[in-house]
């Protein structure tokens, strides 16, 4: 079964850019989802399908896939981004969906 | 637009068996793709899938935790019933339903309820 890999926490300075990695054993067909948590708050859906952003998302939180991870991107990140963010894919092989263990974005 | 909430108890002993109702509202559980799924979320620690059930009474459980999960499903009442038998402290997180529509956002989780903290604690 999948296990998603992501870094515990990713630090960037006010109006530059955020990455953060989902690392899996093999993407193969299945897709990736992203959400932030803001503490307190329940998850928010960011991307779906890997690069679609639901209705509200800003073009800002970008998508991408390769072989063996997904990368959410924040340009232009703000204080208001400082949440936990998680990536979240259909495991195939076992038939049910998996969380990454989250990741902790602090603008410094 | 679409809501959820939970409901149920915010403290249970150990061995207990917990039952969260989900109740939602904007859509309707009898629509081919949608479905709705139970998440938790320890404190300070990650999210966790438990379980889902489909439009079609479909269910999938987590299968480190399917032999205690039960989910549920009344559509004329716009509701989910999420069971766990045999709780224990490390049950103890917040739990959350949440909708998804495999017809539009391919499964990702859209639209989620508040939440709701369940204690585990004798």
């Known amino acids: 079964s999948y296990t998603l890999t992501q870094p515990p926490s990713v630090s960037v300075a006010p109006g530059q850019t955020a990455r953060i990695t989902c690392g899996v054993n093999d993407i193969g067909s299945q897709t990736v989802n992203w959400y932030q948590q803001k503490p307190g708050q329940a998850p928010v859906l960011l991307l779906y399908?890997?690069?679609h952003r639901p209705s509200g998302i800003p073009e800002r939180f970008s998508g991408s896939t390769s072989a063996n991870r997904a990368t959410l991107t924040i340009g232009g990140v703000g204080a208001g981004d400082e949440a936990d963010y998680y990536c979240h894919m259909w495991d195939g092989s076992s038939d049910h969906p998996v969380f990454g263990g989250g990741t902790k974005l602090t603008v410094l | 637009q679409i809501t959820l909430k939970e409901s149920g108890p915010t403290l249970v002993k150990p061995t207990q068996t917990l039952t969260l109702t989900c109740t939602f509202s904007g859509f309707s559980l009898s629509t081919t793709g949608v479905g709705v799924g139970w998440i938790r979320q320890p404190p300070g620690k990650a999210l966790e899938w438990l379980g889902m059930i489909y439009w079609d009474a479909d269910k999938r459980y987590s299968p480190s935790l399917k032999s205690r999960l039960t989910i549920t499903k009344d559509t004329s009442k716009n509701q989910v019933v999420f069971t766990m038998t045999d709780m224990d402290p490390v049950d103890t997180a917040t739990y959350y339903c949440?909708?998804?529509?495999?017809?539009?956002?391919?499964?990702?989780?859209?639209?989620w309820g508040q939440g709701i903290l369940v204690t585990v604690s004798s």
């Open positions: 399908d890997d690069i």
């Open positions: 949440a909708h998804t529509d495999m017809g539009s956002v391919t499964g990702a989780f859209d639209y």
